[in-house]
């Protein structure tokens, strides 16, 4: 029997909070094709590719979670985060802004002064 998305999504976080990114993103992807239209599941699935230092890909799973859930604050941090790792300060900037708008939380604003300053 296979393991339902539930089931990969938590055995994911077990590897990512023992860093072990690179085995999440296995069971991420097989997450995400049993359930792609899930926002934390491609939110899930950035974190361990910025974990990874694939920063396209995790940009790509960012910016889809955000499709699929624009109010998340997280997703736009992290997509911010990721949008400054590729190259693309204003898209960056933007999308911490609107983290920081959403929950002004002292990690958010820290990430926006880095990039503006």
Request: charged fraction near 25%.
């Amino acid at each position: 029997m296979s393991e339902s998305a539930y089931q990969l999504v938590a055995r994911a976080g077990e590897f990512l909070s023992t860093g072990h990114p690179h085995q999440a993103v296995m069971l991420l992807d097989r997450a995400k094709l049993a359930e792609p239209d899930k926002g934390s599941i491609r939110e899930a699935l950035g974190r361990a590719l910025y974990m990874t230092g694939s920063w396209a890909r995790a940009r790509r799973e960012f910016a889809k979670a955000v499709a699929l859930d624009p109010v998340n604050d997280y997703a736009h941090f992290a997509l911010g985060l990721t949008c400054a790792r590729t190259g693309e300060r204003s898209r960056a900037i933007a999308h911490l802004k609107l983290a920081v708008a959403m929950r002004p939380r002292d990690e958010y604003r820290r990430a926006l002064s880095r990039l503006i300053a």
